[in-house]
């Protein structure tokens, strides 16, 4: 899972006894050769979900990290691209990675649970960073999500269906949740990360609760589950 030029095992540990602000600025240089940076297969898939409900004008990357966001939205939106992140480890990589070609994309420092931004884009996407919030946390962040929409603005993100209980990933994500407890019930600061804190229901539920329309895609690139429902979805949120 880890490429040669990935982080050892050492660096993710004192990655996860950190905050998680200063985890990604250590993990920054070596993050896009980790299994945590998004996949192309799987941005790709969200871009050709997206593309028939385009051409949108501003696309924001919450949560932007090296920048894996951008392969999404550049295609897709005719004026900028914003990346907003807090780690400014990761956003040196974005902004490192994203100097060739194409219109430079903008890359804003803040903590996405403060927003810092009003009307001022018509697509948000988010990958890979759902894990980092408390389920208390989520309120707050669609609505500083909603808020940086215009209204009829898009927010987008993939989620994945949860594995079924005789699956090992299930026991896995059910062993690194309880893990992650213990570590931060020891110790400070707490390094939020939890795999199973974001369950398709509750999250409609948040979104509906701060002002979106919510509708599901399913992103047939990763087929169905035995009881037929789709592996990964693409949730729709419309600022209404
Ligand atoms: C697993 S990485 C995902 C990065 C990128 N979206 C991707 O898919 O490759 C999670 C990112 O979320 C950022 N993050 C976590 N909590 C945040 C917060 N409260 N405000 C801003 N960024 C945050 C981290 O700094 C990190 O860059």
Redesign the pocket.
């Known amino acids: 899972m880890f490429s040669s030029e990935g982080p050892g095992l050492r660096e993710l540990a004192v990655q996860a006894l950190s905050s ?2 200063r985890g ?1 600025d250590l993990l ?1 240089p070596r ?2 050769h980790t299994p ?3 996949p192309d297969r799987f ?1 790709d898939a969200v871009a050709g979900a997206l593309a028939p409900l385009g051409p949108f004008q501003d696309g924001l ?9 951008v392969r999404v939205l550049a295609p897709l939106c005719r004026g900028g691209v914003t990346g ?4 400014a480890g ?1 956003l040196a990589q974005a902004r490192a990675a994203h100097r060739a070609g194409g219109p430079a994309p903008r890359w804003v420092r ?4 403060s927003m810092p931004f009003a009307a001022g884009f018509d697509l948000a996407v ?4 759902f ?3 408390l389920p208390a ?1 989520r309120p707050g ?1 669609f609505a500083g999500v909603r808020r940086a929409l215009r209204p009829g603005g898009l927010f987008a993100f993939p989620i994945g269906a949860p594995p079924p209980v005789t699956s090992a990933w299930y026991w896995a994500f059910a062993g690194f949740d309880t893990a992650m407890r213990v570590r931060n019930a020891v110790r400070r600061p707490p390094f ?1 990360m939890y795999y199973r804190t974001f369950p398709l229901g509750a999250v409609r539920d948040d979104l509906e609760r701060a002002g979106f329309d919510v509708a599901l895609r399913p992103l047939a690139e990763f087929g169905r589950r035995p009881d037929g429902s789709p592996r990964a979805r693409l949730v729709l949120a419309r600022r209404t």
């Open positions: 998680v602000e990604y920054a993050f896009d945590f940076r998004t941005l990357d919450v949560c932007c990290g090296t920048g894996a966001g907003v992140d807090f780690s990761m803040a903590d996405v649970r988010s990958f890979g960073a894990g980092h919030f946390e962040l939020v």
